[in-house]
């Protein structure tokens, strides 16, 4: 079991993000089997919760005239309007059923503030808000960050990407997360994860892993 220095962040394992859900990302269902014997490789497991409010600003019903998946610009940047989904304490935003983690510590949910997306379990989308996750991680002295969840090229990345640039050693364990693959997302998501350092691995390689 990998013990103080390393934590597995589990990100955003939910009902909408599973087929059939308000927001499906393709084969999500597919990662909880591999994601539960993995977390029971772990001492210290964090999970993250989409929590948004039923008129988020980066759904795509909040803005008259406007459909899923297309963009917007926001006073923070440039926004990907999508299907409401994850709405506070809906069963869409609900953990998935078969997600057997009862030894996670932290829940750290995000996208609660109506005006500001939140994709990165450490930063929102404007860049500056902090989710208080890296002090948290600093206060335990984790130094390495495992990522698996949904989906690889949004949520996923963001936070590969935000722990690696907060000096934590990360690791994306590709078979336990799946990928939306918007336009050629994944990919870039995959090249951005490559040129930051953020090492790729499969689960059957963390046990060996040392």
């Known amino acids: 079991m990998k013990g103080s220095g390393d934590v597995l962040l589990v990100v955003d394992v939910q009902n909408d993000f599973m087929p059939g859900g308000a927001l499906a990302v393709p084969n999500g269902d597919e990662i909880v089997p591999i994601v539960n014997p993995l977390a029971a490789e772990f001492e210290h497991v964090v999970l993250t919760q989409d929590w948004h409010p039923r008129d988020h600003l980066s759904f795509a019903a909040s803005h008259e005239g406007r459909r899923p998946f297309e963009t917007v610009t ?8 999508w299907p409401v989904h994850c709405v506070q304490d809906t069963r869409g ?6 997600l057997d983690i009862a030894h996670a510590r932290l829940v750290i949910r995000k996208g609660y503030r109506r005006g500001v ?5 450490f930063v929102e989308a404007d860049r500056k808000t902090p989710t208080g996750l890296a002090g948290y991680l600093r206060e335990h002295r984790v130094t390495r960050v495992w990522c698996c969840g949904l989906a690889t090229d949004y949520c996923v990345a963001w936070s590969a990407l935000d722990a690696r ?3 934590f050693n990360v690791v994306v364990v590709e078979d336990a997360c799946r990928a939306i693959d918007l336009d050629g997302s994944l990919a870039r998501a995959r090249l951005q994860l490559d040129a930051a350092g953020v090492t ?11």
């Not at 790729?200 to 040392?210: C, D, Q, W």
Request: aromatic share 6%; hydrophobic share 40%.
């Open 74 to 81: 926001l006073d923070y940047g440039e926004q990907v309007l």
């Open 93 to 98: 935003a609900a953990l998935h059923d078969d």
């Open 117 to 121: 997306d939140s994709y990165s379990a």
């Open 165 to 167: 640039s907060a000096g």
């Open 200 to 210: 790729r691995m499969n689960a059957a390689e963390v046990t060996a892993h040392i």
